[in-house]
Protein backbone atom coordinates (compact mmCIF):
# COMPACT_ATOMS: atom_id res chain seq x y z
CA UNK A 1 0.00 0.00 0.00
CA UNK A 2 2.87 2.32 0.85
CA UNK A 3 4.17 1.71 -3.35
CA UNK A 4 0.11 3.44 -3.64
CA UNK A 5 0.64 6.89 -1.69
CA UNK A 6 1.20 9.01 -4.67
CA UNK A 7 -0.63 7.08 -7.01
CA UNK A 8 -3.95 9.08 -8.75
CA UNK A 9 -7.24 7.69 -8.63
CA UNK A 10 -8.79 4.31 -7.48
CA UNK A 11 -5.92 2.11 -5.66
CA UNK A 12 -6.65 -1.77 -5.59
CA UNK A 13 -4.55 -4.17 -3.86
CA UNK A 14 -4.58 -7.50 -5.29
CA UNK A 15 -2.89 -9.92 -2.45
CA UNK A 16 -2.90 -13.87 -3.88
CA UNK A 17 -1.50 -16.25 -0.97
CA UNK A 18 -1.70 -20.42 -0.60
CA UNK A 19 -1.17 -20.50 3.49
CA UNK A 20 -1.66 -18.70 6.80
CA UNK A 21 -0.19 -16.04 8.35
CA UNK A 22 2.98 -16.73 9.39
CA UNK A 23 3.18 -13.39 12.36
CA UNK A 24 5.92 -14.33 14.48
CA UNK A 25 8.74 -15.08 11.43
CA UNK A 26 11.05 -12.75 12.31
CA UNK A 27 10.38 -10.67 10.27
CA UNK A 28 10.14 -6.84 11.72
CA UNK A 29 7.84 -5.84 9.12
CA UNK A 30 4.98 -7.76 10.41
CA UNK A 31 1.54 -5.64 11.06
CA UNK A 32 -1.27 -6.74 12.08
CA UNK A 33 -4.93 -6.90 10.70
CA UNK A 34 -6.26 -4.47 12.19
CA UNK A 35 -3.06 -2.27 10.82
CA UNK A 36 -4.21 -3.18 7.29
CA UNK A 37 -7.69 -2.28 7.60
CA UNK A 38 -6.61 0.82 9.23
CA UNK A 39 -4.34 1.75 6.72
CA UNK A 40 -6.58 0.73 3.79
CA UNK A 41 -9.26 3.20 5.29
CA UNK A 42 -7.28 5.67 5.95
CA UNK A 43 -5.34 5.56 2.49
CA UNK A 44 -8.79 4.42 0.38
CA UNK A 45 -7.15 1.35 -0.82
CA UNK A 46 -9.69 -1.22 -1.66
CA UNK A 47 -8.01 -5.34 -1.18
CA UNK A 48 -8.65 -7.85 -3.28
CA UNK A 49 -8.21 -11.21 -1.48
CA UNK A 50 -7.30 -14.83 -3.35
CA UNK A 51 -6.90 -17.41 -0.97
CA UNK A 52 -5.58 -21.05 -2.28
CA UNK A 53 -6.57 -23.83 -0.16
CA UNK A 54 -4.65 -26.94 -0.42
CA UNK A 55 -3.45 -29.87 1.38
CA UNK A 56 -0.52 -30.67 3.11
CA UNK A 57 0.32 -34.25 3.99
CA UNK A 58 -0.07 -35.15 7.84
CA UNK A 59 3.05 -35.78 9.03
CA UNK A 60 2.71 -37.70 12.98
CA UNK A 61 -0.40 -37.88 15.22
CA UNK A 62 -2.67 -35.29 15.32
CA UNK A 63 -0.04 -32.69 14.36
CA UNK A 64 0.50 -31.41 11.27
CA UNK A 65 3.28 -30.04 9.85
CA UNK A 66 6.73 -30.19 8.55
CA UNK A 67 9.44 -31.76 10.58
CA UNK A 68 7.12 -33.17 13.23
CA UNK A 69 7.74 -37.17 12.41
CA UNK A 70 8.25 -39.81 14.58
CA UNK A 71 6.37 -41.39 17.09
CA UNK A 72 3.65 -43.88 15.26
CA UNK A 73 4.47 -43.69 11.30
CA UNK A 74 6.69 -40.63 11.01
CA UNK A 75 8.88 -40.08 7.99
CA UNK A 76 9.89 -43.69 7.50
CA UNK A 77 9.11 -45.53 10.41
CA UNK A 78 6.26 -47.15 12.49
CA UNK A 79 2.80 -47.85 10.91
CA UNK A 80 2.19 -46.68 7.65
CA UNK A 81 5.59 -45.51 6.66
CA UNK A 82 5.86 -41.29 5.78
CA UNK A 83 2.63 -39.48 6.97
CA UNK A 84 1.61 -42.35 9.31
CA UNK A 85 -1.45 -43.96 9.48
CA UNK A 86 -1.39 -44.92 5.54
CA UNK A 87 -1.22 -41.34 2.94
CA UNK A 88 -3.67 -38.57 5.01
CA UNK A 89 -3.59 -34.92 4.80
CA UNK A 90 -4.92 -31.88 6.18
CA UNK A 91 -6.76 -29.02 4.22
CA UNK A 92 -4.64 -26.45 4.53
CA UNK A 93 -6.88 -23.00 4.57
CA UNK A 94 -5.67 -19.36 3.50
CA UNK A 95 -5.97 -17.33 6.62
CA UNK A 96 -9.31 -15.98 7.72
CA UNK A 97 -8.66 -12.38 7.83
CA UNK A 98 -8.02 -11.92 3.94
CA UNK A 99 -12.14 -12.04 3.61
CA UNK A 100 -11.81 -9.70 6.75
CA UNK A 101 -9.57 -7.34 5.01
CA UNK A 102 -11.48 -7.86 1.65
CA UNK A 103 -14.91 -7.08 2.97
CA UNK A 104 -13.63 -3.95 5.16
CA UNK A 105 -11.95 -2.33 2.28
CA UNK A 106 -14.65 -2.99 -0.30
CA UNK A 107 -12.87 -5.43 -2.07
CA UNK A 108 -13.52 -8.85 -2.95
CA UNK A 109 -12.50 -12.17 -1.34
CA UNK A 110 -12.50 -15.55 -3.51
CA UNK A 111 -10.98 -19.03 -2.05
CA UNK A 112 -9.62 -21.44 -4.51
CA UNK A 113 -9.34 -24.80 -4.21
CA UNK A 114 -7.12 -25.25 -7.64
CA UNK A 115 -4.70 -23.64 -9.96
CA UNK A 116 -6.59 -24.14 -12.58
CA UNK A 117 -9.24 -21.40 -11.22
CA UNK A 118 -7.15 -18.91 -11.31
CA UNK A 119 -7.62 -17.91 -14.83
CA UNK A 120 -11.06 -17.23 -14.58
CA UNK A 121 -10.78 -15.42 -10.91
CA UNK A 122 -7.80 -13.36 -12.16
CA UNK A 123 -10.83 -12.02 -14.99
CA UNK A 124 -13.10 -12.15 -12.45
CA UNK A 125 -11.43 -9.53 -10.46
CA UNK A 126 -10.64 -7.13 -13.40
CA UNK A 127 -14.49 -7.45 -14.53
CA UNK A 128 -15.30 -6.47 -11.23
CA UNK A 129 -13.09 -3.58 -11.61
CA UNK A 130 -14.12 -2.33 -14.97
CA UNK A 131 -17.80 -2.19 -13.73
CA UNK A 132 -17.38 -0.44 -10.79
CA UNK A 133 -19.30 2.56 -9.54
CA UNK A 134 -18.30 5.76 -7.99
CA UNK A 135 -20.75 7.18 -5.63
CA UNK A 136 -19.98 10.50 -3.17
CA UNK A 137 -21.58 12.14 -0.79
CA UNK A 138 -21.51 14.97 1.51
CA UNK A 139 -21.11 13.66 5.55
CA UNK A 140 -22.26 15.76 8.06
CA UNK A 141 -19.50 16.42 9.67
CA UNK A 142 -15.91 16.64 8.61
CA UNK A 143 -14.25 15.58 11.89
CA UNK A 144 -11.02 13.66 10.88
CA UNK A 145 -13.04 10.20 12.61
CA UNK A 146 -13.76 6.88 10.89
CA UNK A 147 -17.50 6.75 10.47
CA UNK A 148 -19.76 3.44 9.82
CA UNK A 149 -20.77 3.19 5.83
CA UNK A 150 -23.78 0.92 5.05
CA UNK A 151 -25.10 0.78 0.59
CA UNK A 152 -27.66 -0.67 -0.23
CA UNK A 153 -28.95 -1.43 -3.98
CA UNK A 154 -33.07 -1.99 -4.77
CA UNK A 155 -33.89 -4.52 -7.06
CA UNK A 156 -33.85 -8.48 -7.52
CA UNK A 157 -30.51 -10.44 -7.28
CA UNK A 158 -28.51 -7.39 -7.38
CA UNK A 159 -25.50 -6.70 -4.42
CA UNK A 160 -23.36 -3.75 -3.62
CA UNK A 161 -19.88 -4.65 -2.53
CA UNK A 162 -18.65 -0.98 -0.42
CA UNK A 163 -16.14 -0.28 2.04
CA UNK A 164 -18.09 -0.24 5.75
CA UNK A 165 -16.23 3.05 6.89
CA UNK A 166 -15.00 5.93 5.55
CA UNK A 167 -13.37 8.79 7.42
CA UNK A 168 -14.46 12.23 7.55
CA UNK A 169 -11.11 14.05 6.27
CA UNK A 170 -11.13 17.65 7.72
Do not use: C
Not at 55 to 77: I, N, W
Not at 91 to 111: N, R, W
Not at 124 to 144: C, I, N, S, T, W
Amino acid sequence: MTALLHQQGRRVVLVFTDGMDQPMNGSAHNVTLKEVIRRSEEEDVMIYAIGLAGHVPFAGLGRPGPGRGGGYGGRGGGIGGIGGWGHRTYEDKPDPGLQVLAQASGGGYFELTATADLSPTFARVADELHRQYLLGFVPEKLDGKSHKLDVRVKGSGLSARARKTYIAAR
